[in-house]
């Protein structure tokens, strides 16, 4: 217990009696964990809309007015038991009124519907079809409408008018969203290992700073991890200090800007991202870990006396 | 006559070895610095020590003398393993140390107090946390600090300077704090580089009389100098190297062989009876 309190007695001194090397570490964990608490949930966000947008796109498969309900009844297994579909959503003459009016009233529009002689609807009853993987989307399609005798695409139902080609639509979504999820991952790792490399630099130079101290102390005889545990002391009080930085700026910058516009713009509204509470955690944890564990490490080289 | 720090490392293992006819009544242990024909080559093809074998027993006080890079320094690295011998054994109290595992070389060297000659002080630590450390490496108890630090100070008549740094401190002082630190612990092994080399005469004095009164408490103590006048003085024991041999070893010697053109003069005054008139 005397040695846990002497232990942290000289990580703290050390950090007073030299402050520099300790401020140059705070500030480089601060901005490194700024760093990952901005790309966390933005990864997240974007990573989310990607999937959202995915999920989006299905095939429309539109039907005659004349079908009969037990022919639509039909339908809908036939469709369901496709393999790679994942849902079938039948959508009423009445109910796409409603959607094209919702729409409208949404966009403040005026609403041409009403213009329609004698209450009468133009719009077609329809399924959406939603394959399980947008890479499936082709497959499901041709299952729907195999190649007939003649060599067209004949639908699979009489009542089908016409499935929905939305294929230009699907292929430039899924080569879009793709490439953003890439080159989020990307840049995310290069982030994160220049912000690994810059804390371990940090850290290597305030111990070389103090290289010929360690050496001594080798001398007169203490072990090394009567060398290392006051250093990693100060790791922990500097990782500590940073994330702490880091988080306060990240807690302004959530109160006063994101949550304000979270409102009016849907993309960073980011509803499924992570919590602030688990965020802050993690942050902390990870800032603490790294710069006591790099101290640590780092030390080694200089312990071979 | 003399009470003996005995545990670890330093616990004699060997038994039945005969000793040397002054230390009959401790021939059970072993001497507490032996060398069989170690040799040191330094990368890039320099010997610093070559065959050297000697030994030193408890209690003693022994001088070490020779010229600047006859292997001296060398020496005195390898007893605390700082650097390990290219060939041959070194051994402390019986133990050759090349078999210690780096983890019980911290042990090694509580049990042996080094003055630096370069003093290696923690510069961001007072005189008193200096001296201090070497307790605290060792997981001494606060109240032994306290008792144990400002004793080891007033043995080298630093006990009014506790709250200085010591780049705030003169050399002598500063090399009589390493003597402080070095010995804090009461170590059954003292080793000395150089403790007065770029003192003046006066403050060498006191070192030495220092490193005196520590052996009178029955430390084997070990100096390397240059210090002609002082070897000359204590008629101790001097071990003389030169170019990485042993060369000399003397139970009661000069700093050289050779007379000085003083001694040889005096000598001659005796002879002739002739009165110096200078005196």
């Given amino acids: ?240 200090i940073g994330g702490a930085i880091a988080v306060a700026v990240l807690f302004l910058g959530k109160e006063a800007v994101v949550d304000p516009l979270a409102d009016s713009i849907n993309l960073i509204r980011g509803e499924d991202t992570i919590a602030f509470a688990t965020l802050i955690a993690i942050l902390l944890g990870v800032a603490m870990a790294v710069s006591a564990v790099g101290s640590g490490l780092t030390l080694r080289r200089f312990l071979r006396v | 006559m003399a009470r003996y720090q005995t545990s670890g490392i330093l616990r004699g293992r060997e038994r039945g070895q005969r000793r040397p006819e002054h230390l009959t009544e401790r021939r059970s242990k072993p001497p507490i610095v032996e060398l069989r024909q170690a040799s040191k080559v330094y990368a890039g093809g320099h010997v610093a020590l070559e065959r050297v074998s000697l030994r030193v027993d408890r209690g003693e006080f022994v001088f070490l003398v020779g010229p600047t890079g006859c292997g001296k320094s060398t020496l005195i690295k390898l007893l605390i393993r700082e650097l390990e011998p290219t060939e041959g054994e070194v051994l402390i109290a019986g133990k050759d140390i090349a078999t210690l595992s780096n983890d019980r070389i911290p042990y090694l060297r509580r049990r042996i107090g080094t003055v630096f000659q370069d003093f290696k002080l923690l510069p961001s630590r007072t005189v008193y946390d200096n001296v201090a450390y070497a307790l605290q490496v060792i997981g001494a108890a606060r109240s032994e600090i306290r008792t144990k630090v400002p004793d080891a100070l007033r043995l080298v008549g630093l006990a009014d300077k506790t709250k200085n740094y010591p780049d705030q401190l003169s050399g002598g002082e500063q090399q009589r704090l390493s003597v402080a630190r070095a010995f804090v612990n009461h170590p059954p092994l003292l080793l000395a580089d150089e403790p007065t080399g770029n003192l003046d005469p006066a403050t060498s004095v006191g070192i030495m009389q220092t490193l005196y009164r520590i052996n009178k408490t029955g430390t084997t103590v070990v100096v390397v100098t240059h210090d002609r006048e002082m070897v000359d003085k204590m008629r101790r024991r001097v071990i003389g190297l030169d170019a990485g041999r042993v060369v000399r070893d003397q139970a009661a010697g000069l700093y050289s062989d050779e007379e000085s053109t003083r001694e040889f003069a005096a000598r001659l005054r005796d002879e002739l009876g002739v009165e110096d008139e200078r005196y």
Avoid: H
Avoid at chain 1, 46 to 56: I, N, W, Y
Avoid at chain 1, 77 to 99: D, G, M, Y
Avoid at chain 1, 153 to 171: F, Q
């Fill in chain 1, 1 to 240: 217990m005397g040695r846990v309190i002497f232990f942290i007695r000289e990580g703290a001194r050390a950090l007073r009696r030299s402050a520099a090397p300790g401020i140059a570490s705070i500030v480089t964990v601060a901005v490194t964990v700024l760093l990952l608490g901005v790309l966390i949930p933005v990864l997240q966000t974007t990573s989310g809309k990607a999937d959202e947008v995915r999920e989006q796109v299905g095939l429309r498969v539109f039907l005659f007015d004349d079908a009969s309900p037990e022919e639509i009844n039909t339908l809908q297994t036939q469709i369901q038991e496709i393999r790679n579909v994942e849902s079938v959503e039948f959508v009423s003459k009445a109910q796409a009124l409603k959607i094209l009016r919702d729409r409208l009233d949404a966009e403040n529009k005026e609403d041409l519907t009403e213009q329609l002689p004698g209450a009468s609807n133009p719009l077609p009853a329809s399924f959406n079809v939603k394959p399980d993987d947008l890479d499936n989307m082709e497959a499901v399609r041709s299952a729907l409408t195999p190649p007939g005798a003649d060599g067209k695409p004949a639908p699979i139902s009489p009542i089908i008018d016409e499935v929905a080609d939305s294929r230009d639509e699907a292929t430039s979504i899924r080569t879009v969203t793709g490439a953003v999820k890439w080159f989020l991952l990307v840049i995310a790792a290069l982030l994160l290992a220049a912000s690994l490399l810059l804390v371990g630099n940090t850290i290597r130079l305030s111990i070389y700073a103090r290289r010929r101290e360690v050496e001594v102390m080798r001398l007169v005889g203490a072990t090394n991890w009567f060398i290392r545990w006051p250093f990693m002391v100060e790791g922990l009080i500097c990782g500590f």
